[in-house]
């Protein structure tokens, strides 16, 4: 497609080696990295995506699994902001299929993170029929991203938070000797501490949350 070939041109000419060997480093050399800092990434991203917009509005499912094929990193990142933007209020029941192979391809905590709060959360807001199912399948998943985006979701919601919701999935998993998903549970809780902090304290100090888990919920409550 024209737009991601003039993108990943774009991206190829302000490519820095330096930075690119930085940021794999800090992704755990996981990834390969073009080099470019967020801020131009967007702005030169937000240039071709408004040359291009008719062909990104008409295909952006298309598209976005183009760039979540492709090797370098920020690529993967332009195809989730598009996937954000785009879907907004246009999902449809089908879409949880492409959100699944999104949270389980190239997956780590930073594109996990995005598509758990702004695209996973995004959808159960207008399909929420579809909340049991999607909890059943990810939650009970071997796949520690999908549990992990299970946990996460709700991210946000502040008041419209099923908190007896959150509470089962955490319980599911508080055993877990997984760092990514202790630490779910704690970053989690601890949002929702924002809206409620009185029922998050009484549930940490009811369960038998690992220690990080409990760190994280309650980081932000004095006298917890």
């Not at 008719?54 to 902001?81: M, T, W």
Request: net charge positive; charged share 25%.
């Amino acid at each position: 497609m024209e737009f991601v070939k003039q993108l990943e041109t774009a991206f190829c000419e302000i490519s820095n080696t330096e930075n690119a060997l930085a940021m794999a480093k800090y992704m755990k050399n996981h990834f390969s990295f073009f080099g470019i800092k967020t801020t131009e990434r967007r702005q030169r991203f937000k240039e071709i995506w408004k040359a291009n917009k008719v062909e990104v509005s008409k295909n952006a499912r298309a598209i976005a699994l183009e760039l979540y094929a492709k090797e370098q990193r920020e690529l993967h990142y332009c195809a989730i902001e598009i996937l954000i933007k785009e879907l907004q209020g246009n999902y449809t029941k089908e879409d949880i299929l492409l959100i699944e192979k999104l949270l389980t391809t190239n997956s780590w905590w930073d594109n996990v993170d995005t598509i758990s709060k702004y695209i996973l959360g995004q959808y159960l807001l207008e399909f929420p029929d579809a909340i049991k199912e999607t909890m059943g399948n990810f939650s009970n998943s071997n796949n520690i991203w999908l549990n992990r985006s299970v946990i996460l979701f709700q991210l946000g919601y502040k008041q419209k938070t099923d908190f007896e919701l959150l509470k089962t999935i955490c319980i599911q998993h508080q055993n877990s000797t997984e760092f990514f998903i202790q630490k779910a549970i704690g970053w989690s809780l601890r949002e929702y501490a924002k809206t409620n902090s009185g029922a998050v304290k009484e549930f940490v100090l009811v369960n038998n949350l690992k220690p990080l888990s409990r760190k994280e919920a309650l980081k932000n409550l004095a006298d917890a």
